[in-house]
């Protein structure tokens, strides 16, 4: 009967740790900021190719192979040298090599992700974009990436959680008995 009931308790555990699990993937907003500094300058000859890493503590710490990607966005600000001439900047994303074409730089400058790019993050944690220059000469300020998606708490986290809610039970259990 003792076993039986300490039986009970322990699927309860159970049963309560993953509920709480579920409970936990949270909806999370990864944020990566790459500053260029002065600026990079990008011309039809030098295209800006750099990689943003969401993994990083800075970031928010995405862990590859747990946490998930549902959406990301880019906001770029770009901006002209004022040297008067026609620009015309184009933005690459992996599976999207025309994500995003802009011949007026005085605003923000931001593009919604791909499919592709959602895998690669999720797989990688990193995102490799190109910023490339269809014609004139200008200037990349800042990029950052922003990425929405769910984070599972770690399964050390729910053992621990179980184990608790089978000692309170067993802790309750004595109480009740004495
Ligand atoms: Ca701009
Ligand atoms: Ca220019």
């Known amino acids: ?13 159970v049963v309560a740790a ?8 949270a909806q999370v907003t990864w944020e ?4 260029f500094g002065a600026g990079r300058e990008v011309t039809p000859w030098s295209p800006a190719v750099y990689t943003h890493d969401i ?3 800075d970031a928010g710490g995405f862990k590859v192979g ?11 600000d770009l901006y ?22 802009w011949s007026d730089l005085s605003g923000v400058e931001g593009v919604k992700g791909t ?19 269809l014609l004139g000469d200008f200037y990349l300020g800042s990029s950052t990436l922003s990425v ?3 984070s599972v708490p770690e399964p050390a986290t729910l053992a621990l959680f179980g184990a608790a809610l089978l000692g309170f039970g067993l802790i309750r259990r004595k109480r009740l008995e004495a």
Request: contains cysteine; hydrophobic residues 40%.
């Open 1 to 13: 009967m003792k076993v039986k009931k300490l039986g009970v308790l322990a699927s309860l555990a």
């Open 18 to 25: 993953s509920f709480c699990g579920a409970a936990n993937a």
């Open 32 to 35: 990566d900021t790459i500053d």
């Open 55 to 57: 993994t990083t503590a």
């Open 66 to 76: 747990q946490d998930t990607v549902s959406s990301y966005y880019l906001t770029l």
């Open 80 to 101: 002209d040298d004022n040297d008067k001439a026609t620009e015309i900047a184009l933005f690459s994303d992996p599976g999207n090599l025309v994500a995003g074409v």
């Open 115 to 133: 499919i592709l790019g959602r895998w690669l993050l999720e797989d990688t944690g990193h995102l490799t974009v190109a910023i490339s220059s």
């Open 148 to 150: 929405k998606g769910t």
